[in-house]
C-alpha cells in the first residue's frame, strides 16, 4: 500500500473524518485531503503524531519501504513485534522481546547465542548449527556493531 492508501484506510476503519483526523494532528482538514490524495506526505512530527494515535509504526504509514529487521537478533519485524520505548511510542530498530521498556533485554552476545540456540533449534538445525549461524549474523547488527 502507498502511504495516502494507508492513512486513508487507518482513518476510515476509525470511522473519523477528515476534519477530526486533521484536530487531532493538528493540521488542516486540507492538508489530510492532500496526504489521501498521494499530493504530498506528512511531515516527519506528523508521522509520529500518526503513529501514536493509530498505534502502528511510521514504516507501517509510509507502505512498509523498508523490511525492518531486529538489530539485535536478526528477527523480521513488524507492527506486532517492535518494541516501543517507555513514552509508548514505537522503536523500529528492536523487537519487544530483545528490547523493552527502555532496556535491552540480553547484556551480551553470548547470552542472546545461548538463549536462541535453545529456543531455535530443532532435529534439522541443531543447537550447534544455531551458534554457527548467529556467529555470522549478529556481529553485523548495529547493536552489536557498537558493543564492538
Known amino acids: 500500500?502507498?502511504?495516502?492508501?494507508?492513512i486513508y484506510s487507518l482513518r476510515t476503519k476509525r470511522e473519523m473524518s477528515q476534519e477530526e483526523l486533521a484536530e487531532k494532528v493538528f493540521v488542516t482538514r486540507q492538508a489530510v485531503s492532500r496526504w489521501e490524495n498521494g499530493e504530498t506526505v506528512?511531515?516527519?512530527?506528523?508521522?509520529?503524531?500518526?503513529?501514536?494515535?493509530?498505534d502502528v509504526s511510521i514504516n507501517t504509514l509510509l507502505g512498509s519501504p523498508r523490511k525492518l529487521?531486529?538489530?539485535?537478533?536478526?528477527?523480521?519485524?513488524?507492527?506486532s513485534s517492535?518494541?516501543?520505548e517507555t513514552d509508548g511510542s514505537f522503536n523500529e530498530e528492536y523487537c519487544k522481546w530483545c528490547y523493552t521498556d527502555g532496556k535491552f533485554v540480553y547484556s551480551s552476545m553470548e547470552q542472546l547465542t545461548d538463549f536462541l540456540a535453545d529456543h531455535m533449534?530443532?532435529?534439522d538445525f541443531t543447537p550447534d548449527r544455531v551458534r554457527a549461524y548467529l556467529s555470522?549474523?549478529?556481529?553485523?547488527?548495529?547493536?552489536w556493531k557498537k558493543e564492538q
Open 42 to 54: 506528512p511531515n516527519t512530527e506528523t508521522l509520529k503524531l500518526l503513529s501514536n494515535l493509530f
Open 69 to 79: 529487521v531486529c538489530q539485535c537478533c536478526g528477527m523480521p519485524l513488524d507492527d
Open 121 to 123: 533449534s530443532n532435529e
Open 82 to 84: 517492535l518494541s516501543r
Open 1 to 6: 500500500m502507498k502511504t495516502n492508501e494507508v
Open 136 to 143: 555470522t549474523l549478529l556481529p553485523n547488527l548495529a547493536h
